[in-house]
């Protein structure tokens, strides 16, 4: 694994949660899928969260996307206490602001995959054509150039996968979020995704919070964390 880069610390935080909480269920039943977790993700760096399936990562990562609204806890980005905005204001900062990639990809399957990876630009008011040529050149960022007329039923998993990550990216967002990125990726294709990531958006003085059960791509990141029954720590490092 490698160290923070050392600008990197200098840097303002991007991502910062405090005692974040969610459950699920109730009595004997409830969960608590995500458990006063505290994280700090900084400008500059990419970061990791990996842990086995059900340990609450997903749901993390939806409370600190303004998708989820914790039970307790809080949430700051980019310097703003996220669920102490209005609806409006919020969906606001997650269209101009953050990059999701589900883990599921939520593509329109009546759009094209050029359609579909225009969406934030078509919210944020460009015009259609400049949108569309624009969502083209991000395909052709994930290797996916020939494929922006075709409709996401007739693509394979992976390139679903790309297309919802041209989406996250077509933007610029400050803030990129991938649940999974690269589960449906053979590896060559998952490192070149993650290598791209890495090399495009992170030396722009972006935060990008990765989670992943693939140790393929695990040297691309400055720090991993480690989820298990929803806690998140981070190791002690080994030089410290
Ligand atoms: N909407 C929901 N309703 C009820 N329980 C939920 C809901 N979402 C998640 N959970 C529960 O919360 C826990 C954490 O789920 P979560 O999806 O966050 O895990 P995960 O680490 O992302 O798993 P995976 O690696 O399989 O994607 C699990 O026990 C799950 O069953
Ligand atoms: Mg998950």
Sequence with gaps: ????????????????????????????????????????????????IVGPSGSGKTTLLSMISGILRPDSGTVTIAGQDIWSLSADQLAALRLNSIGFVFQDYHLFTRLTAAENVAIPLILQHHPWDDAIAQARRSLEVVGLKERGDILPVKLSGGEQQRVAIARAIVSGPQILILDEPTASLDGDTGRMIIAFVRERILNQQRCILIVTHDARINEYADRILYMEDGHLSEPPRASA
Excluded: C, Q, W, Y
């Design 1 to 48: 694994m490698s160290t923070v880069p050392p600008t990197a610390t200098l840097n303002p935080p991007a991502i910062v949660s405090t005692a974040l909480s969610k459950g699920f269920g109730e009595g004997h039943a409830r969960v608590m899928a995500v458990d006063k977790v505290a994280l700090v993700a900084r400008f500059g760096e990419m970061v990791f």
